[in-house]
Structure formats: C-alpha cells, structure tokens
C-alpha cells in the first residue's frame, strides 16, 4: 500500500514548512538532474526579489524560501512558485555560472585517514582502485549543510554507495574528507560521524575569521588530489589560512 | 569614564546573546541567538532601547557583576533571585546599578534562561556581523569570570519599571502546524501524538531536546528512506527509535529524521524555558490558526513599550528615603497651571 502511495507522488511538490516558509522540492530521492534544478530555481527566486522572502537557499534536492507566514499568508506565494515551476523544464536547467573548481591536497588512508581500507573493501575495490576513483571523479558541491559551510559532494560511482555505519566514530578531525551512499562530506571541523573517514585535508570549508568565511558554493567542483604524507604534513605546518593548499580555478 | 560590567562570578554557558544572525542559512549556518527572544524584547522595552541591544543569557546560574559607572540594567527571562548591594531587586523589571555596586544573581528559581540587560546594551566584538554566541558554531565567547564586559553609551537615565511578562517557564501546552514531512506519518500516530503526555528530558542542548514519554514510539512510514532536507526551529523530528526531539535555535540547517511537525516560533520559547521533567503537551493547530496565534504573541511583545509600568515600591524597603525628593515636582505653588493664561 506504502508502494502504491508513493507511486502516485508527483513533482516537483510545494509545501509549507512550519510558519517559517515555502519549500519546491524537485524529487523524491537524490538525483544530479534534482540537485541542479533545485540550485537552478534557487538562482531564479533570488532574482525575482519578492519582498516576503527574508532568505533563501538549496537542499539535495529541493528550493526554500524562509518567510513569515504568520504575517504573509502563503496562497500568493504558492501560486507565484508554481507559476515559476510551470515556466520550465527544471530538470534541465543549466549549472549556473562563476563556478569554481577546487583542486585539495589529500592524503588518503594512513593513520590520518584510517578508514579507506575498510571503505575500499565495502566498495569492492583494491585500495589503489579506490584512491583513483575518489581522487579523480570530479565532485560537485550538492549543498552547504550540517555544519556551517560544510558541502555533501557528489557523486562517486554505483559501487560506492556504501551505508553509514552503524557505529558512530566519535571524533574525526576538522579538514576530515569522508564518505557514505556515493557521497562525500568535507567537515569544518572536529565532529561525531557516521561516514567513513578516507581522506585527511587542511581545507576548512568555514573560516570565522576570512574575509571570505565560506568559500565554497553549491554548483562548485571539487578535485582531491593525492599527496604523500611528507608533502602533507609540509602544507599542514605552512598553511594557517584553512586553504589547505588548495587551488581554485573559475569554470566556464 | 569607561563603562563596564566586571564579571566577579558566573554560572557555566552564560553568553552575550541577541537574535541571531540571518542570512547565513544557505551557507550551513543557522540564526542561533537567544534561547528565549520574548525576554530580549522585554528587556528592550524596560530599558526602552533598541531590541539589537546584545544582552547577557546566564543559562541556570546567574553570576556577581560589579559596574565601573552608572548603568540601567534590566531583568528578564527566567526568574532568579537579584540584589543590589544586598538589597533584593525585583525580576522582570529594570534598576539602577551605580558605580562601585554590585549585583548578585542567583540560581534560576523558575525556568531556565535568564537574561541582563544593560542601558546601551553590550559593547562586544561581532563574529559574522552581529554579537550574539552561536556555540555549535564556535563564534562568539562564553563569559567567563574576571571577564569585563564593555557597555555601550546610554541615552536614557529611566529605571523602575516593571513588566508582566507572558506565561512560557512551566512547560504546558504547545502549539504547533504540520510541516512538510507530516503526511509521512499515520493520522493514527499523529493523533496518538497529541494525546501523549511528554515530558522535558535531561538530555538537551542549543541544538535540540529530547522529549522523554511513556509508550511505544512515533516513526513514520518511510522513516529511513527520506531524503535530508531542510530543518528549522521548532521542528519536532523523530529519531529512528521514535522519540521525538525539538529542533532548538541552533540546529543543523538540514537533517535526515522526519519532521512530525512544527512548533509556532512563540511556543518555542516555552520549551526553551521549560524546567527538566515539566509536562509537555503538543496541540496541533492549522496554518491559519497558527498564524493567528503567532501574530497576537508577536502584537504583545511589539506593545511591551507601552505596557510597562512603573515599579510600585513599599515606602518601609527604601533605605535612603531622606535623599528622595518628595516634595518638589508634587505641588508647584510659584507655578500653578490655572494661574496661566
């Protein structure tokens, strides 16, 4: 019955989220196609201006427009956002522009990383297979999340949808790149996790004290490029910026 | 001279506090600021000064401040026994701290959040644009003791008002609307949601609390296969054993666990407030009462400006009653307004 309930779902799907605002949801599980049409309509909302959005952002897959429904009643807005969806096939929006490719110092495995081995494994893979997937699928910032700046990458091929794990590893480091369900996730800094921890990086995707205190973008590439140790712990001691050696190149 | 507030002592997690920041929600940062906002417009109103003012939450325990000049201060938020050099002060209500006094603050007697306002408001550094402390994000400094606190210039002299504040530090019933994620679960379970009698459990942070109840647990249908989306204050997400946590003013600004529903942010404040183990009953309201319901609580806290009334004080408390003066501006007899014209 749950089967024959979800087959009748259509999308994308308006709603209210409590009195804080409106959120267009493009799909019900992650897809690229969804994630891109949700940074797409994101991207449209903000240049529409409307007065009642007080901020806007994008999730895996879907638009939310924060706003005060206890002074704005959501019909109007509603009907706007449909409008919207309605204007276009939002599933094959472009990416948007003034997108930047990040390249990151990693170090896979070794005591700094101690989980590759057994993430490799999960992923039937040998570990030099598996340093060459994760090093070299270019891998999209899907959103900012969970912890401020923190972007959930995707996406690795089929065979690295491994689960989380059933046991919570209960410190991993800030700079920590790990992974689960073909994903990665990049933490700002030392947090529990589930995910596997692969890779171990010097760049903080949160810098309080920056100028530019988030750095990374939804719609953004990211690159780990495999260094040795010596060449890591060369770039830890040398680098206080939270870069991390990091290069940042524009895409077209 | 300069104006500060010398923390001789001070209770764990007190922190300079204001609303919050926005604008930072598509980064992965939440607004966070204080844990009961009702109480920031209370002081503001006492003090009649802007509601940004930053003020001081003391999470529990209060703390022994010492002022270096002349400072209003208010009271607000949890109640919590207050002097002035040894002299009770009444809570809910704003004070002269003069230079050199000192002012105790004890241990919460009712509630959890109690706050100090300061004519001027706090004078602290900003992270990301505003004062307040977002701890699960690291901006911002608990207060710690021998820490001096600068205060802003203050334009007014006015103290001795009183205001009554809204009923929030006793738990009881809470409002709240279906959200995005509510028709994942049974009407069976809903409704058996709302017939249950929670309880506020120990285990709690400024990111969420644990609703502890007796019985079976609330999980949805499809609880494991949903997508992690958006999450917001108020939010009453069910973890995979059923138990529901209320997502608080510094939660993640997306998660996996179904919402069963959405707390009206004024309602909020009362769980915030609400003492370990006081009961906790969640009723759900439509939209359109939800709505009506938030807008009246935002219209009170809006007119505290004008509902705030002077303190009513018992002649035989007043230590120094000969250096009042009370006699001239009672009568004029040299300026008697019939005279004019």
């Known amino acids: 019955m749950t089967e024959k309930f979800e087959t009748q779902e259509t999308w994308p799907q308006i709603k209210t989220v409590g009195l804080a605002g409106v959120i267009v949801t493009f799909s019900g599980v992650l897809s690229e196609p969804a994630n891109r049409a949700a940074i797409a309509f994101l991207a449209a909302v903000r240049a529409a201006e409307w007065e009642e959005v007080e901020e806007s952002n994008s999730t895996l897959v879907s638009t939310f427009l924060k706003m ?139 810098r309080p004290k920056s100028e530019r205190p988030f750095p990374l973008s939804p719609g953004d590439e990211m690159i780990f490029d495999p260094v040795t140790k010596a060449e890591f712990l060369k770039i830890e001691s040398s680098d206080q910026s939270g870069n991390g050696g990091a290069q940042a190149e524009m895409l077209k | ?62 703390g022994v401040f010492e002022a270096t000049s002349d400072i209003r201060i208010a009271l607000s938020g949890a109640v919590m026994d207050a002097t002035i050099d040894g002299a009770t002060v009444q809570w809910n209500a704003s004070h002269l701290l003069s230079a050199c006094s000192v ?37 911002g400094l608990l207060i710690a003791e021998g820490d001096i606190l600068p205060v802003g210039s203050d334009a007014s002299t006015d103290t001795g008002f009183h205001v009554v504040p809204e009923q929030r530090l006793d738990g009881g019933k809470i409002c709240f609307v279906r959200s995005m994620q509510s028709d994942k679960f049974e009407d069976s379970t809903m409704t058996r949601f709302t017939k249950t ?13 644990r609703m502890d109840f007796d019985g079976e647990g609330f999980q949805s249908g499809g609880q494991l296969n949903i997508v992690s989306e958006v999450t917001i204050a108020g939010d009453i997400q069910i973890t995979g054993d059923g138990t529901p946590f209320v997502l608080m003013h510094e939660c993640q600004t997306t998660g996996g666990y179904p919402r069963i ?8 404040n009362k769980i915030s407030q609400a003492p370990i183990g006081s009961s906790l009953k969640f009723e759900l309201v439509t939209l359109e009462e939800g709505a009506a319901i938030q807008a009246r609580a935002s219209a009170v806290l809006s007119g505290l400006t004008k509902s705030i009334k002077p303190l009513i004080r018992d002649v035989t408390t007043i230590q120094d009653l000969l250096s009042y003066q009370l006699i001239s501006g009672a009568i004029s007899a040299k300026n008697a307004p019939l005279d004019e014209g």
């Not at chain 1, 912890?147 to 089929?158: E, F, I, M, N, S």
């Not at chain 2, 706050?115 to 990301?128: E, Q, R, W």
Request: net charge positive.
């Open chain 2, 103 to 139: 002012l105790k603050i004890g241990a919460a007697r009712r509630g959890n959040f109690g706050y100090l306002h300061v004519g001027g408001g706090f004078a602290t550094p900003s992270y990301l644009g505003t004062q307040g402390c977002h701890m699960s994000a690291g901006l």
């Open chain 2, 261 to 268: 529903g959405t707390i009206l942010p004024c309602d909020l």
């Open chain 1, 68 to 206: 005060d429904l206890s002074v704005h009643r959501p019909e109007p807005i509603i009907e706007r956002l449909q409008n919207l969806v309605d204007s276009r096939d939002w599933l094959a929006a472009p990416l948007p522009s003034g997108r930047t490719l990040w390249r990151v110092p990693t170090l896979f495995g070794t005591d700094r990383a101690p989980q590759l081995a057994e993430a490799a494994e999960l992923a039937g893979q040998t570990i030099e297979q598996a340093i060459t997937d994760l090093s070299t699928t270019s891998m999209r910032v899907l959103t900012l999340g969970f912890a401020p700046g923190q972007p959930y990458l995707g996406t690795l091929p089929d065979y690295w949808n491994i689960p989380r794990q059933t046991k919570i590893t209960p410190n991993v480091p800030a700079g920590s790149l790990v992974t689960a369900v073909r994903q990665f996730c990049l933490f700002p800094y030392a947090t529990p996790t589930g995910w596997r921890h692969v890779g171990a990086t010097g760049f903080l995707s949160f």
């Open chain 2, 197 to 209: 009698e929670f309880r506020r459990d120990p285990r709690g942070n400024r990111q969420g609390i």
């Open chain 2, 1 to 62: 001279m300069n104006r500060t507030l010398i923390v001789r002592s001070i209770g764990p997690a007190a922190a300079i506090q204001d609303l919050g920041r926005t604008g930072f929600m598509s980064a992965g940062l939440t607004r966070g600021g204080a844990s009961d906002p009702a109480a920031l417009h209370e002081g503001a109103a006492l003090l009649g000064q802007r509601l940004s003012c930053a003020v001081l939450e003391m999470a529990g325990m209060g």
